[in-house]
């Protein structure tokens, strides 16, 4: 297979777990719910997440102790971040346990959440209390009536807002903000969003709108490019470029030329970022996957139920990260097209 420019830019050391690219495994995500009160048409659709549709039960979801205990061997594999998703997490009941008991976990150094913040107001004081290092808002336009459209189930921007700002009274600064763009949806939004939260201390974060799943009719004339994102803001607020924070940053950083703050532009479309993928996930019921396009994955629940030891399970994971070959968004062509790919809700975003 050839490489496809394929080389990490980052040194590995020599005893550091590597897939077949050489891409060590850093960070874990971790879906604790399928279940979700939004119905985001990109994500959840109505036609498909209705009455009919069968979610995990609750005896196949992952408890907070196999969470743990799957924790405990990544972070001996040497994983050091872990972000907390689904579906809704703050669905989950007592979150703040989960997250208590991972903030303790020797080696994991930031324990993070993304949320659509509709109980967020609720939470945000004793999320912090448990630990939580930081939280990733999603909020696709602060226009109400293109907001409810794309949530479908009516939530307002200003409840999302005073979310947000419940989380920054709770020590949770700077916020990221995540907004997924589509075309013709609520790209004639992206300046008012930049205008916003500039000089606010949080960060938005543009999305190229991806083909994750099967549900959501994706194609390719619905996303906006990235550059047409920056160029659009920068006509309004001047951007510059700004290094990443460290290699393997997802989100193309830019400043805003007066000093008022940054944005983020996630490009997995159009620019993909494979080469510095460090990304293992667990979806709610406890299978790994290695690709957040993955069609399939290894179910370390079963291990688990089966009374597998830690060295088992360390095994298991050691052998599917090295042999891990994934780069979908590379791929990304009609090579790709057609695969059975799993729902964003059920591997976590
Ligand atoms: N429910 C939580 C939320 O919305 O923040 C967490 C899970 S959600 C699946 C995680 C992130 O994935 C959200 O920011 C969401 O906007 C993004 N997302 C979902 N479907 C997407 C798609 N098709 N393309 C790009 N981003 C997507
Ligand atoms: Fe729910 Fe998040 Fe998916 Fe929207 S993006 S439907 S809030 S899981
Ligand atoms: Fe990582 Fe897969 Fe996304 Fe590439 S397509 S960046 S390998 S999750």
């Not at 939004?189 to 000089?199: C, L, S």
């Amino acid at each position: 297979m050839e490489p496809d420019n394929l080389e990490p830019s980052n040194p590995v050391s020599p005893t550091a777990l590597v897939d077949t690219f050489s891409r060590p495994m850093r960070d874990l995500r971790i879906s604790v719910t399928d279940r979700c009160n939004f119905r985001c048409r990109y994500c959840m659709p109505k036609e498909i997440f209705n009455r009919d549709y069968e979610f995990l039960a609750r005896d196949l979801l992952l408890s907070f102790e196999e969470i743990g205990r799957i924790v405990t061997v990544f972070a001996d594999l040497g994983v050091n971040k872990i972000r907390i998703t689904g579906g809704e997490p703050l669905l989950r009941r007592n979150l703040e346990d989960l997250i208590g008991s991972i903030k303790g976990i020797e080696g994991i150094e930031d324990v993070t959440l993304t949320t659509n913040a509709s109980l967020l107001e609720r939470k945000a004081g004793s999320l912090v209390a448990a630990g939580l290092d930081r939280v990733t808002v999603s909020l696709d336009s602060l226009d109400n009536d293109v907001f409810m459209a794309m949530n479908d189930v009516g939530f307002s921007v200003d409840d999302v807002l005073a979310g947000i700002d419940a989380a920054a009274a709770a020590g949770l600064t700077p916020i990221k903000i995540n907004m997924v763009v589509q075309k013709g949806v609520n790209d004639h939004t992206i300046v008012d969003m930049a205008r916003h939260f500039k000089g606010s201390g949080h960060i938005v974060r543009y999305i190229e709108y991806m083909d994750v799943g099967t549900t959501n009719q994706w194609c390719m004339d619905d996303v906006v490019p990235g550059k047409d994102i920056v160029a659009m803001i920068s006509e309004a607020f001047p951007l510059e470029p700004v290094d990443p924070n460290y290699t393997g940053e997802v989100a193309a950083r830019w400043q805003y030329a007066d000093g008022t703050g940054e944005i983020g532009v996630i490009t997995s479309v159009t620019q993909p970022f494979c080469a510095t993928c460090t990304r293992a996930r667990i979806s709610a019921e406890g299978s790994l996957y290695t690709c957040l396009f993955a069609s399939g994955g290894t179910d370390l629940r079963s291990m688990l139920r089966a009374g597998a030891s830690d060295e088992e399970l360390s095994d298991t994971i050691r052998s599917v990260w090295t042999a891990r070959d994934d780069r979908y968004s590379q791929l990304r062509s009609s090579r790709t097209a057609g695969l059975r790919k799993v729902e964003m809700s059920y591997i976590g975003g």
